[in-house]
């Protein structure tokens, strides 16, 4: 499952070489958007549920997330400001440089404190980078979710039911992180999904897809439609479970926030390296759909590289994660 999730992402920030892509290719990206609505929403549904499935220490959980979370968040964002300052002061390369923050020579207090934690702008520096800093930041709070939901579990359903289907923008985060709480701590099994009727689940998503693509400003079908994506594509993934390139697929899941966390820069790439290629529709399509395959390839190959001769570094970036 979070090999897909992944994926999902990276098409995410996919786009065309071209401002004016014709319409036709307008409503393929409206229904892949579709598709991967369901990808942010379902990862922190899954890192609450992981969590608040067993007891945990409120003190050993900050331990271990401060590791896989927080530490590479620093080092990778102050890597991309060091970066981006060597660019801008290098003779022949500043002009390529994004200056979307300003010279960063030029920053002054406000400005590196938005850097590290987005709190004016809404992203880090890095902005991948925001899904773990939201993600440490509800690990802060893991307890008060806990005692919520046990004392008030109706009272939480009803708020999280609100939020997911009328409210956009950061309690996004908490009301999924929410439902995972309220699934696990109501050990509400998985297997409810499993029971599911699987043609029913394939026409209610695919209505869902277009009803979203033609009224895309509805929260209501988004939301539903991202509820019943994570339902079809859990029920997607399990299909794999039996099949013999299973442990392919897990080697492969093993990367995925390493995929998440290189796509963004090598998206940039190959957006520069596309937009010389020519811009008709059919190179448009093709470009669409192929580089976010070739980006996860080569984000695995990076990941593959780095550990085999810099397993340190390796290790500090992605937080000593077991492939």
Not at 65 to 76: A, E, M, Q
Not at 117 to 128: D, M
Not at 150 to 176: E, T, W
């Amino acid at each position: 499952m979070k090999l897909w999730l992944a994926i999902m992402v990276v098409f995410i920030h996919t786009g065309f070489s071209v401002d004016d892509a014709p319409a036709y290719l307008e409503i393929f990206r409206a229904v892949v958007g579709s598709i991967t609505g369901c990808a942010v929403p379902a990862f922190f549904f899954m890192s609450a549920m992981f969590l608040y499935r067993k007891p945990f220490s409120w003190r050993e959980n900050m331990r271990r997330k401060i590791r896989t979370l927080l530490i590479p968040y620093l080092v990778i964002n102050t890597l991309c400001i060091i970066i981006i300052f060597a660019s801008q002061v290098t003779f022949g390369v500043n002009p390529y440089v994004s200056n979307m923050m300003g010279v960063i020579s030029d920053w002054g207090f406000m400005q590196w404190i938005d850097a590290y934690t987005g709190i004016f702008t809404g992203f880090p520096r890095f902005s991948v980078l925001w899904f773990m800093r939201d993600l440490f930041v509800l690990n802060i709070f893991a307890g008060i979710f806990v005692y919520i939901t046990d004392r008030f579990p109706k009272i939480m359903l009803c708020v999280l039911v609100l939020l997911m289907l009328f409210y956009q923008g950061i309690l996004s985060a908490v009301c999924f992180w929410g439902f995972g709480c309220l699934v696990a701590r109501r050990q509400i099994s998985l297997d409810v999904v499993d029971k599911l009727n699987s043609w029913v689940i394939c026409a209610l998503y695919f209505a869902l897809i277009a009803a979203n693509v033609i009224s895309p400003e509805n929260l209501l079908i988004s939301r539903s439609c991202s509820l019943v994506g994570g339902i079809f594509w859990y029920k997607f993934a399990t299909r794999f479970s039996d099949l013999s390139v299973k442990k392919y697929l897990l080697w492969l899941s093993g990367f995925s926030f390493n995929i998440y966390i290189f796509h963004r820069t090598l998206m940039g790439a190959s957006g520069r390296i596309f937009a010389l290629f020519p811009t008709t529709p059919l190179f448009q399509l093709m470009q669409y759909i192929c580089v976010p395959f070739i980006v996860v390839v080569y984000c695995v190959m990076i990941s593959v590289f780095l550990r085999r001769y810099f397993p340190r570094f390796y290790g500090v970036i992605t937080g000593d994660r077991k492939i």
